[in-house]
């Protein structure tokens, strides 16, 4: 198991917030000098003085907040907000790297995602059903949101990630790869509802294809998925077919590539590549850019940002 105990997550949580399931805009790739003026921008947004919410709860790791985040070095706080940054530097100048830097969220879009994943007695954020089949599963109104991919690959760890600001929803996971058998539904207040699916693969369940293929064919709720690469190993073939599927359905998606910290940056750029290659050649649905994941060891708790 990839864990990531609990975090903030600032760019999923931009994401999620700012769309809720419309269709992504693709500004111009931001400067390093724009970059670093955005991290002060944040700094002083997030000043206690400007009375942002913040995380109190007994149980929320003290960098789960955004506010709290801020307060690392400059250079690392930025290197979480623009982790292909450190990457750069390891590239040949020649080579395209505007696919890996066009999601910018605004000090705005990741204020709002911090109270959007906060639960309040208006904005009750919980754990909602377990399916095995799709007449399990109920109709629901609000956007669902459902995250797919192989094995091990860390879907329920990161959506752990995502409710770190609200502990009391449960996300089980487990080392051990194919914990997770069932379709999870996790609500988000009013705003959408978060799937979680059983990984593909090494110890998928045996009704993988009968329990996940009519979800997303037929789940006429469905926004957007997001699909996990891992970065340490690059896309498999099981991956290319859940691409495959994904393109198939024609539905917006997301590709998340995790454990980019459990590789060297050769390795890693090199499946960063080859990826970035196939959404280009092979992808319709795909939004361009890849988002990545890096985790911060900080004392016993594996923190991670996006």
Sequence with gaps: MYNYSCSRVVWMGALLAKNNGASL????????TSRGMFCLRLRLWLQPASQVWAASRQNVHKLASLQKATMMPPRKLQGILYPFTDLEAYLDRSVDTTHFQLFHPSVEDMVQSEKL????????????????????????????????????VGKSSLIRALFALTPEV????????????????????????????????HRAPKDFVDMVEPYLYTRKNLVRTFLLVDGSVGLQKADLIALEMCEDIKHP???????????????????????????????????????LLRSLVHGEMLIVYY
């Design 117 to 152: 994943f906060s639960s309040s007695p208006s904005h009750k954020i919980d754990y909602y059903i377990s399916a095995e089949r799709m007449d399990h599963v109920p109709v629901l109104q609000q956007p669902e949101v459902c995250f797919i991919g192989r094995s091990n």
């Design 170 to 201: 449960e996300v089980r996971v487990s080392k051990t790869p194919g914990h997770t058998k069932k379709m999870n539904f996790f609500r988000v207040g009013k705003a959408f509802t978060v799937v979680d699916m059983p990984g593909y693969g």
């Design 25 to 32: 805009s693709v500004p111009v790739g931001s400067s390093e």
């Design 253 to 291: 998606y997301v590709m998340l590539v995790t454990k980019i910290d459990k590789c060297g940056h050769g390795t890693l750029l090199t499946n960063l590549m080859n990826l970035q290659d196939v959404v280009k050649t092979q992808t319709s649905s795909c939004f361009p850019q890849p988002f």
